[in-house]
């Protein structure tokens, strides 16, 4: 386009001393992220090829560390636990805040209560939220048993149960988070041109007919980023699993519980837990760069 | 050069400069300069919140730096904690003067992570006399040693004497046996209202920590040295029983209530509440049932582990970080001989303490030998302000069973044994055999570090 070259002429660099302010302020933004992103990422992957003990030199061992991983059984327990949490939490955390997001968009009366009911829960600091739910889940005199005891329900075991416990993670999680997805969607939703809608009407389209063809596509971009972000922040699960059932459960044990555990409660081995941590550096990578590629092509 | 590249070139630089600086900076103190005053971090100070012990610590500190000028001890709260452990030395944080559990010295001396004090124990009078499978907790495989013994317990079994004496039971004279035990549980529990008969851990590698004791308590062990190495020895049929007893008692009888993945709180709590007829606790539960949680000494008896044919011994202590200099080591020893390790000062402590309402006489067993071993014991008899009579079956029935200590890597077991103990108290069709196979590969891996 004609235009291109005039903006290129006006942007014609300048000399370093006529930007030193701006420097002055990119430093200060380099100079944070240096320290507390780059250099730890830095550290944890030379981590992941050493045995320190933060006394003597770090020793390089290779592969070693990575060796040990692909050896120890609770490896493949954690990766299918953290996959099996993260197919759950997309199932219950994915599509319930888009449904609740549709309810919401549809109510014409107590919006605003509403939207407040649904993000409270974000709200309120994450070990607080467990601890609540830990006390819902008591099988003793727990919410959830009281009210299923009343009612003549069977009762449930919930997290003390290997059948019920990755669930019950699920729930809590799954009610922790939704209300940041369900506002995203609400506020995607109110951009979907009302045309479209009155169209379809005059087309007679039914319900179910305007959210398949409406609703669904005008929010395809929405979704599929908030389908990757929820699948980078499940898989990095941690304080369900910590605080509800503990670092020694095989039942409820995930990629992050167990480099919790390699550093901090069983092996106290730096290395290790940093090699496990480059691993799911790199599953995450991969979904994150998918997250990239994505929104580039929209903007 | 072009411009971009060059102003990345600059902003890495002065990150990397800034980080060099940074990292430079949580460096460890230098040791001080010859003839000037020592000032040695140790942790151990207690919290606000308990006010009467934590005055008692700092009247001690300042008539210790009165008596050692050359010394300043900087006090900080808190444990060692082996979550922070690594952090903090990395990050030179950690205290000079540190204090450990028994579970925690074999792994820091493995790692090089602690100072050897074997030439500097001369600054330890009484270090003579501290009971010698108790300073072998302290000492290498190298024979030398690297820190201090301060407290010892052993395992009894803790219960509730208005429980007892509710279902019929003789709060004088507790179960003696495991099958004894298991019908005390079924008589408490069937009291109703929630109440559990027997209680155990399985989180937070609490479980290990009670199979441990439980299976110490069959004559069994959880690892033994096999020349120069270490094996895992639970999986034995003294293992199931451990196993296939609390299954039973869970499943079958239902005298260990609902709740379980309890950790180390939640027994002290249900016991304080009285919903909990026995469970296995060394006699200083005692002091935080009545304390944090409300409980009355008057309320709670102690008897010995059933069967009794072994009884975990545990305690508490102190290391040095191995980056503190011979200067710093010799003033931390000082102090662990005016506070901690000192059998003149022991009659002062329990005077202080029966004073100000801190327990007195509770049991435990003494960590001296010879005249050390009489002055705690004369000044316990004469200081005492628990109800001693409460705890006559744990004092008669432990003289004869034997104290055995944690094994090597305590806690890394522990936790790989809580699953065993989770599995039994959380599902009905747990298979023990293979429950105690797969927990024994794992401890055999760890036990080929040690």
Sequence with gaps: MAIQPALRRHRR??????NLVAYAFLAGGLVCFALFSWYPLVRGVLLSFQQVNFVTDPEWVGLDNFETLFADPLFWTAWRNTLLFTGLALVFGYLLPLLIAVLLNELRHFRGFFRVAVYLPVMLPPIVSVLLWQYFYDPGNGLFNTVLRGLHLPESAWTQSPRTAMISLVLVATWSNMGAATLIYLAA????????????????????????????PQLRFVMIVLLLLQIVATMQVFIEPYQLTGTTNPDTITVMVLIYRYAFTVNHDFGLAAAMTVLLF??????SAAYLWLTRERT | MNRSTLSRAVGVLLAGVLGLSVVAGCSQDPEPAAGGPVTITVNGLPPGTEAVDR??????????????????????????DPKTFATKLAGGQLEDLFYVYFTDPANLIARKQVAEITPYLDQVPAAGQIRPELMKVFTGQDGKVYGLPWRN???????????FTKAGLDPANPPKTWAELRTAAQKIAALGEGTAGYGDYSKSNTGGWHFTAELYSLGGDVAVKDGDTWKAAFNTDKGKQVLRQLHDMRWTDNSMGERQQLEYADLLQLMAAGKLGMYLATGDNLKA??????????DYNLGPMPDGRGTLAGGDGFMFNAKAGPEKIRAGLRWLAFKYNNPDRIEHDYQYDAANKNPVGLP?????????????????TKLANVPVANYKPFAEGSADIPLKLEPPSAQQIYAVLDTAMLKVLTERDANIDALLADAEKQVNSILAAV
């Design chain 1, 189 to 216: 939703l109110q951009n979907v041109p009302g045309e479209l809608y009155e169209a379809a009407e005059l087309e007679g389209a039914s319900l179910w007919q305007r959210l398949r063809h409406v609703t669904l």
């Design chain 1, 13 to 18: 660099p300048r000399s370093v001393s006529d």
């Design chain 2, 364 to 380: 435990e067993p003494n960590i001296w030998t010879g005249e050390a071993a009489k002055k705690q014991q004369a000044a316990a």
């Design chain 2, 55 to 80: 005055k008692k610590f700092l009247d001690d500190k300042a008539e210790f730096e009165a008596a050692n000028p050359d010394i300043k001890i900087d006090a900080r709260e808190g444990y060692m």
């Design chain 2, 153 to 163: 317990y052993s395992m009894g079994l803790l219960y509730s004497k208005a429980l």
């Design chain 1, 282 to 287: 790199v599953v995450l990578g991969m979904f």
């Design chain 2, 289 to 298: 049932i009545v304390n944090q949680y409300k409980g009355d000494y008057n």
